[in-house]
């Protein structure tokens, strides 16, 4: 397996702009991960889907934001509109078993806004 | 919230020396797990130790788990250059949640 797959690895937008993240999950694995990573946050977890259904998108900063999950090999993370402080890494990360196994994170979206 | 609390911040020793981080964390815990991230990638898995283990090993690593104390520590051994990376725990707590809580990790760096 490739692993866990996000794709744009850069995105650099206008504010206001809808921004639109995608991730695809390890093969077999029932849960699926999105993080936001800032120097002054850290790593947040914004949602979590167990298959595809979300489970707690408690995380999630504001209505602006909006994650699906329509299938068991695709995610998709959407911003809109997006604001310059949505500028961070975000992640997407799957797993087997939850907390219970080990996380595999993709290699991240670094996302600009302007 | 965060749930785990990485000791210290960062860290830089020389090529051959040992670096120990600390975690220290809040509620109960199934278990507790290490990551290495390297500068501009993901994060990478390392360890997982259970809320019955004490300690675990991994090649030149060493995890302990102290629950009553609700801390954890990383030891690298014989530490390389290419061990240079922020190192981050994350806690599976208790009570029903799937969810992994991240700490800010640790930067570690290994001058050669």
């Known amino acids: 397996d490739a692993g866990v797959i996000q794709s744009p690895r850069h995105e650099v937008t206008e504010m206001g702009q809808e921004v639109t993240l995608r991730c695809k999950p390890i093969s077999g694995h029932d849960y699926l991960f999105w993080y936001r990573q800032t120097m002054m946050r850290g790593l947040e977890l914004l949602i979590y889907f167990n298959n595809n259904v979300p489970i707690d998108d408690s995380g999630m900063p504001e209505d602006r934001f909006s994650a699906k999950m329509p299938n068991a090999s695709f995610s998709t993370l959407k911003i809109q509109p997006s604001e310059p402080r949505d500028s961070a890494v975000y992640f997407c990360?799957?797993?087997?078993?939850?907390?219970?196994?080990?996380?595999?994170f993709g290699q991240g979206t670094r996302l600009t806004v302007v | 919230s965060q749930q785990g609390e990485e000791d210290p911040q960062a860290l830089s020793i020389q090529e051959g020396e040992n670096a120990t981080m600390n975690c220290s964390y809040k509620?109960?815990?199934?278990?507790l797990q290490w990551y290495r991230q390297n500068s501009g990638r993901g994060l990478v898995h390392l360890i997982l130790?259970?809320?019955?283990?004490r300690e675990k090993h991994s090649g030149r690593l060493r995890v302990t788990l102290d629950t009553s104390k609700k801390s954890s520590s990383l030891l690298i051994t014989a530490s390389r250059a290419a061990d240079t990376a922020s190192y981050f725990c994350a806690t599976f707590p208790q009570g029903g949640s799937e969810k992994l809580v991240f700490g800010k990790g640790t930067k570690l760096t290994v001058n050669p």
């Open positions: 990360a799957s797993s087997s078993l939850g907390g219970a196994t080990e996380a595999f």
């Open positions: 509620t109960s815990i199934n278990n």
């Open positions: 130790i259970r809320s019955n283990e």
